[in-house]
């Protein structure tokens, strides 16, 4: 599935991509299969019930919970991001603020802006015109992955 194209041209670094396709894990658990511009995969995201931590992430490096923060599996009590729900959606740690809007109206595959500090960073939306088969995200690619993917995961469930 060929998802740069649907984003290439906002002029973001090809290098920030990131694309998820939707998988059933088992038939109590949905998530993603998510991979980066290289075509490799950098991780698995489940959305869990009944838990502290409703997303879990699964990479080489490490796991990730998450709800409104995002905390290492290993450190539970330390916050790597947080999630704020204003018009759009804000991300705030020590990376700074990052906040995605939509744009106005109605569209079929909606496209999530995302300033980093008030600058351009990155756009996000649905793979797919009448289907939605996954989520492509690009964000600078200095923005630590884990955060990155915690702002796939939300991004996927709210639209």
């Known amino acids: 599935m060929d998802a740069w194209p649907q984003i290439q041209n906002a002029g973001f670094d090809f290098s920030g991509l990131l694309y998820s396709v939707w998988q059933d894990f088992s038939s109590t658990q949905l998530g993603m299969i998510v991979k980066d511009c290289q075509d490799q995969q950098v991780a698995k995201i489940r959305y869990r019930t009944a838990a502290r931590g409703w997303i879990f992430i ?6 990730f919970e998450a709800d409104v923060s995002l905390r290492a599996v290993s450190d539970g009590s330390h916050s790597l991001c947080e999630f704020r729900r204003l018009s759009g959606g804000t991300y705030s740690k020590s990376l700074g603020i990052l906040e995605s809007r939509p744009p106005r109206g109605l569209h079929l595959a909606t496209v999530f802006e995302y300033t980093l500090n008030g600058t351009p960073a990155g756009a996000s939306r649905h793979i ?12 600078p690619p200095q923005l630590p992955l884990q955060i990155r ?11």
């Not at 993917?149 to 639209?159: E, K």
């Open 58 to 63: 699964e990479t080489p490096d490490g796991n």
């Open 128 to 139: 797919g015109e009448w289907v939605d088969y996954g989520r492509m995200l690009v964000l």
């Open 149 to 159: 993917l915690f702002v796939l995961a939300l991004q996927a469930r709210r639209s």
